[in-house]
Structure formats: C-alpha cells, structure tokens
C-alpha cells in the first residue's frame, strides 16, 4: 500500500473521531434530565417530634416495710387486683406487742409519781402560806421562812418534772403502738400487684435510707409512655401536646395520647465519647382504653407540637440544597462570603442555601427558598416560590447531582409500584 493511501485513511479515522467527540459534546451540552414533577399547593401541614419509650402506669407505688420483723402473711399475688386499705402484708408483732405493753406500765407509773409530786407541791405550798402567816406574826423565824419557800420550789421542780415524765412516757407509747399498726401493711390506691418479691417467713426491712420493697402495686387504668426526646427536639414539645402512640404488641393500631410531663433532667448516654446522646424524658398518658396493655411493653410516639393551615407546601423531597455559586441571584455575594469566611465572620455552611427548581417551558430555574415547619411529607415554603408553580420532585439523582439553573428536562409520570403476588 502507497504512502499516500496510508495517510489518507488515517485522516480519515481521526477526522471521524473528532466527528464523535464534537456530537457527543453537543449532545451532553442540551441532554435534557427526566424528572418528576408537582404544582406547588396550600395545604395544614403538623410538625412532629419522635421518640421511642416503654410503657408504664402513672401511678406506680412501692410496698416495704416502715419497720422490720419476718413476714407473717402475704395477701396477694402477683396480676391480683387489689383496693385501697386492703391488707396486704402482715408482720410478726411479737416485738411490737411487748413494747407497747412496756410503755404503757411505763406510762401508769409517770401518771402516779405525777400524782405524788402534784400532792407534795400542794402541801409543800400550804405549808409556806402558814410559815408567811407566822412570820408576819412574828411567830415565825426568816430562817423557817426561808426554808418552807425553798422545800416548795423543790416540790415544783419535782411536779414539773414528773409532768415531763408523762409526756415522754405518752410519746414512747404513741410510737410503740405506731410502730405495732406498721407491721399490718394496707394498699394506699385501687390497683393490680404487679410485682411481688418476697414470701412468707422473709425478713422485711425497715429503712430510711434503703428500700426493701416487698410489693408493686399499680393504677393500670391509666397508663403512660415515658419516652425519651432528643435535646434538639425537646424544646420543641409542650405539656398538652397530642400525640399517635404504636405500641410493638399491637402493630395494627395507633392510639391517642397527650403530653403531661416533661423532665428538665438530661438524660446522657456515652457520656465523654463521639457516642454521647442526651435526651430528655417526656410522658405521653395514654386516652384509650386498651385491655392487653402490659407494663414495660416498648412504643413509638409522634408528638404534634405544630399544626399550620393553608399554608404553601411541597413535598419534602423537593427541597435541595446549592452552593451559592450555582444560584444565579446570589452570585454577586460570592466573593464578599469568601472574604468573610476567610476572616472567620461567616462559616462554610452559610455559602450552602436550600433551593427548588421550578420548570418553565421545559427548563429548571433554580430558587432559592426559606423553609418553615416539617411534616413526615412535607415542607413549609415561606418564601421563594408561589401557590400553582411547577416544581421538581424526583428523581433524587435529579436533585442533588444533575439539576442545574437553566438545564432541559423531561417531565415524566411518576412510578407507581405495584404489589405482585406470589
């Protein structure tokens, strides 16, 4: 093969591929994007916080013992429905017994020295009236005077100390019969035992400083869940919020409740590691009635601390994020950012603004938007686009990779999926 004919067809190869190459440019250039598309409505749309938590009565006591002794009987058994001044433990009162018949011996005895010392005053008292009599007379020494003035207050002092006597003696006997009452334990609410933990022939321990419970008794007619709230959303939440409550037992159905109670202790797990949580501890009561409810059973809570009428929402897909260099109207304050970042005025984060594309004659115009309250579906629009414009909703690779301001696309029906049977 000549020369010429060898550099003729590798010209040609190359002026084909540059042929390629240029189509193929043009063609990426005008590529129009497929998306999905909504109009931009005025709807109600409810901000909700989440949390998960366990479910418990509301009110919940703890049985033990104000003094200590062997258990005797024990009344009840665990799941038995019990009313308010029921027995329900008995202790041994052997102990007990023997003290308030101490103390009340000990109780008759003050009474009678304070009868003797009350008739010694008395006479203690007649006899200086007659020494002063005498005295006055001048039948009487000052030193006899003296002496019937000193024997009476003494006789005081004696009477006023025996009346001392009976008031402690009275007291011991008023603890002694306290202490023998608190060996019969009664249930203080209408409730269901819920726990036992000890038997008959068991010492119950009566302590100030450390509970021996004996018994759980609890009201199940009104329960709660004490859920735990993240310190971000907390703030959010405010006594007489409602709320679905999904209880795991019961997958099929939500139920009602309201906020009651909200703890302003934090709650900290991993506390000092790049784990740690703090969450804050929200009571929801439950409104329904619901039979098979058991303590300790987990739930999910969705609190509604915000619900918006007619205003402008979109889907919460639609709203994007853009560096402000790629907003056409927010070019002009890129440098001046650069500059302020630069110099520690402004963080990284605020040249990041949120964004929509609004489709016009089949091209994206990107928005720039400030975003209200959140549904699970939804985003408040408070400024940026109006009620009836046509917004970009999928696909999510549109969104946050492919779309730019001024880029061709192609609207297409959304996807519906359908559930096929096996």
Same mark, same amino acid.
């Given at each position: 093969?000549?020369?010429?004919?060898?550099?003729?067809?590798?010209?040609?190869?190359?002026?084909?591929?540059?042929?390629?190459?240029?189509?193929?440019?043009?063609?990426?250039?005008?590529?129009?994007?497929?998306?999905?598309?909504?109009?931009?409505?005025?709807?109600?749309?409810?901000?909700?916080?989440?949390?998960?938590?366990?479910?418990?009565?509301?009110?919940?006591?703890?049985?033990?013992?104000?003094?200590?002794?062997?258990?005797?009987?024990?009344?009840?058994?665990?799941?038995?429905?019990?009313?308010?001044?029921?027995?329900?433990?008995?202790?041994?009162?052997?102990?007990?017994?023997?003290?308030?018949?101490?103390?009340?011996?000990?109780?008759?005895?003050?009474?009678?020295?304070?009868?003797?010392?009350?008739?010694?005053?008395?006479?203690?008292?007649?006899?200086?009236?007659?020494?002063?009599?005498?005295?006055?007379?001048?039948?009487?020494?000052?030193?006899?005077?003296?002496?019937?003035?000193?024997?009476?207050?003494?006789?005081?002092?004696?009477?006023?100390?025996?009346?001392?006597?009976? %008031?402690?003696?009275?007291?011991?006997?008023?603890?002694?019969?306290?202490?023998?009452?608190?060996?019969?334990?009664?249930?203080?609410?209408?409730?269901?035992?819920?726990?036992?933990?000890?038997?008959?022939?068991?010492?119950?321990?009566?302590?100030?400083? /450390?509970?021996?419970?004996?018994?759980?008794?609890?009201?199940?007619?009104?329960?709660?869940?004490?859920?735990?709230?993240?310190?971000?959303?907390?703030?959010?939440?405010?006594?007489?919020?409602?709320?679905?409550?999904?209880?795991?037992?019961?997958?099929?159905?939500?139920?009602?409740?309201?906020?009651?109670?909200?703890?302003?202790?934090?709650?900290?797990?991993?506390?000092?590691?790049?784990?740690?949580?703090?969450?804050?501890?929200?009571?929801?009561?439950? @409104?329904?009635?619901?039979?098979? @409810?058991?303590?300790?059973?987990?739930?999910?809570?969705?609190?509604?601390?915000?619900?918006?009428?007619?205003?402008?929402?979109?889907?919460?897909?639609?709203?994007?994020?853009?560096?402000?260099?790629?907003?056409?109207?927010?070019?002009?304050?890129?440098?001046?950012?650069?500059?302020?970042?630069?110099?520690?005025?402004?963080?990284?984060?605020?040249?990041?603004?949120?964004?929509?594309?609004?489709?016009?004659?089949?091209?994206?115009? %990107?928005?720039?938007?400030?975003?209200?309250?959140?549904?699970?579906?939804?985003?408040?629009?408070?400024?940026?686009?109006?009620?009836?414009?046509?917004?970009?909703?999928?696909?999510?690779?549109?969104?946050?990779?492919?779309?730019?301001?001024?880029?061709?696309?192609? %609207?297409?029906?959304? /996807?519906?999926?359908?559930?096929?049977?096996?």
């Amino acid at each position: 093969m000549s020369n010429w004919k060898k550099i003729l067809i590798v010209s040609g190869v190359v002026l084909l591929l540059a042929i390629l190459i240029y189509v193929n440019v043009r063609k990426s250039s005008g590529e129009t994007i497929p998306v999905q598309v909504e109009k931009v409505k005025r709807g109600t749309i409810t901000h909700k916080v989440s949390g998960t938590g366990k479910i418990q009565p509301e009110t919940d006591v703890k049985i033990s013992a104000n003094v200590s002794a062997r258990i005797t009987q024990l009344n009840v058994t665990d799941g038995e429905r019990v009313h308010k001044g029921q027995v329900l433990v008995v202790l041994d009162r052997t102990r007990y017994e023997a003290a308030v018949t101490q103390a009340k011996a000990v109780l008759s005895s003050a009474k009678a020295s304070l009868r003797q010392a009350k008739a010694s005053y008395n006479n203690a008292k007649i006899s200086l009236g007659r020494t002063q009599k005498l005295f006055d007379q001048g039948l009487a020494s000052a030193e006899q005077l003296d002496q019937a003035s000193t024997k009476s207050e003494v006789q005081k002092s004696i009477y006023d100390a025996a009346k001392d006597q009976v %008031i402690q003696a009275k007291a011991r006997l008023e603890q002694s019969e306290d202490d023998l009452n608190k060996t019969t334990i009664r249930s203080p609410i209408d409730g269901m035992v819920i726990q036992r933990n000890k038997e008959v022939g068991e010492i119950a321990v009566g302590s100030q400083f /450390k509970e021996d419970v004996i018994l759980r008794v609890a009201n199940l007619s009104r329960m709660e869940v004490q859920s735990e709230i993240d310190e971000n959303d907390v703030v959010d939440v405010a006594q007489g919020d409602t709320s679905l409550i999904n209880i795991d037992a019961f997958p099929d159905t939500t139920y009602h409740g309201i906020v009651t109670e909200i703890s302003h202790t934090a709650i900290v797990t991993g506390l000092g590691t790049q784990e740690e949580i703090t969450n804050f501890q929200v009571k929801i009561r439950i @409104l329904d009635t619901i039979p098979k @409810l058991r303590p300790g059973m987990s739930a999910t809570v969705d609190i509604k601390t915000e619900t918006l009428k007619n205003v402008l929402i979109v889907p919460l897909q639609a709203v994007t994020v853009r560096s402000i260099s790629q907003i056409p109207s927010l070019k002009k304050t890129v440098k001046k950012d650069s500059l302020e970042i630069a110099e520690g005025k402004i963080s990284p984060e605020s040249k990041i603004r949120e964004v929509v594309f609004v489709i016009k004659n089949g091209v994206a115009h %990107i928005r720039p938007v400030k975003t209200g309250i959140s549904s699970d579906a939804d985003t408040e629009i408070l400024e940026g686009v109006k009620e009836g414009d046509t917004i970009v909703v999928g696909s999510f690779r549109a969104l946050s990779k492919q779309l730019r301001d001024g880029k061709p696309v192609k %609207i297409e029906k959304k /996807k519906k999926f359908k559930m096929t049977s096996r």
